[in-house]
DNA sequence: GAATGTTTAATTGTGTGCAATTAAATTTTA
DNA sequence: TAAAATTTAATTGCACACAATTAAACATTC
């Protein structure tokens, strides 16, 4: 029933949520970490954390300020997800003894055991998109370049 | 200092940040959403409460149900976002008599008020973005599509 | 080399998001 | 029409996000 988009015309057009570019970022964003739930369920990962381990995967050990740099998130959100994350094991937290100030993020072997099923979980999402592959590179070329503009 | 994107070869491309549709359009829309808090802040919204207002500015009186289909947010999310915009007047919460199930959200004076002054923002986002008209739309439009399809 | 400034994480507080459950109202069905 | 199923919000619990503040370590300056 319902599920109707609303509409109705209006004076200043650019106030409607569908002529606005954040509206369906936002919501495209919530469904797309929606449709990887259940693969990242399976092994009991966010998103945010499977973003952190897809890092460490490639690196072994970062510093959370580097991690925050690539994420584009800060301590506040950092520090209690990666503390989650040492409590399972995937990862260790240690003080750089060359900068105390820095907290070195290691991948602990129960991390890395997570690389091999999470391999296909890309894969998997693309096909879940149904879309031609030229306009998800478009989409995503888009995407960066904007990235970059914003940061 | 640093900030530079971590960049080394690996055997499954499609891991890598770069490589995947879902990071940029996470961290796209955080930064998005970012750059509207400015021009938010100074009228005392969050984004997801200037989404709801977008709406009832064009309809004065939805259901938390309709929000919800519109903005693809749950009540869990709703009702107490709903229960701060009610403390600051901007809308009313009544149960709809003819279906008790329903609630009811109108817009107040206070939030009626608040559309003068938001009338400006699309425009200086648009400009803070710096992006040809011509690619703003086609980002748009993909997005929308992308959108319908995930839903 | 002490004083000042900068960098880095952690902490705190507020506000989403969302899965899962609950409870009430309504609708459908037997 | 009584019983079963569905619809709708609210509630609960957990995990982000992020602004603002704090505190420790390091760097720079005088």
């Given at each position: 029933?319902?599920?109707?988009?609303?509409?109705?015309?209006?004076?200043?057009?650019?106030?409607?949520?569908?002529?606005?570019l954040?509206f369906p970022l936002y919501a495209v964003?919530?469904?797309?970490?929606?449709?990887?739930?259940?693969?990242?369920?399976?092994?009991?990962?966010?998103?945010?954390?499977?973003?952190?381990?897809?890092?460490?995967?490639?690196?072994?050990?970062?510093?959370?300020?580097?991690?925050?740099?690539?994420?584009?998130?800060?301590?506040?959100?950092?520090?209690?997800?990666?503390?989650?994350?040492?409590?399972?094991?995937?990862?260790?937290?240690?003080?750089?003894?060359?900068?105390?100030?820095?907290?070195?993020?290691?991948?602990?072997?129960?991390?890395?055991?997570?690389?091999?099923?999470?391999?296909?979980?890309?894969?998997?999402?693309?096909?879940?998109?149904?879309?031609?592959?030229?306009?998800?590179?478009?989409?995503?070329?888009?995407?960066?370049?904007?990235?970059?503009?914003?940061?």
């Amino acid at each position: 029933m319902s599920n109707q988009p609303l509409s109705t015309p209006d004076q200043n057009p650019l106030l409607k949520l569908s002529s606005q570019l954040c509206f369906p970022l936002y919501a495209v964003s919530r469904l797309l970490t929606k449709a990887y739930q259940p693969f990242l369920q399976e092994l009991g990962l966010t998103y945010p954390q499977y973003l952190v381990l897809l890092l460490l995967w490639e690196h072994e050990e970062l510093t959370v300020k580097t991690l925050g740099e690539n994420l584009l998130l800060d301590s506040g959100t950092l520090t209690p997800l990666l503390k989650r994350m040492e409590q399972k094991q995937w990862v260790s937290r240690r003080r750089d003894p060359r900068d105390e100030r820095s907290v070195i993020i290691g991948l602990l072997p129960a991390g890395a055991a997570l690389r091999q099923p999470a391999c296909r979980i890309p894969e998997q999402l693309f096909n879940r998109l149904e879309m031609p592959e030229a306009e998800f590179e478009a989409l995503r070329t888009q995407l960066n370049q904007l990235l970059l503009r914003l940061q």
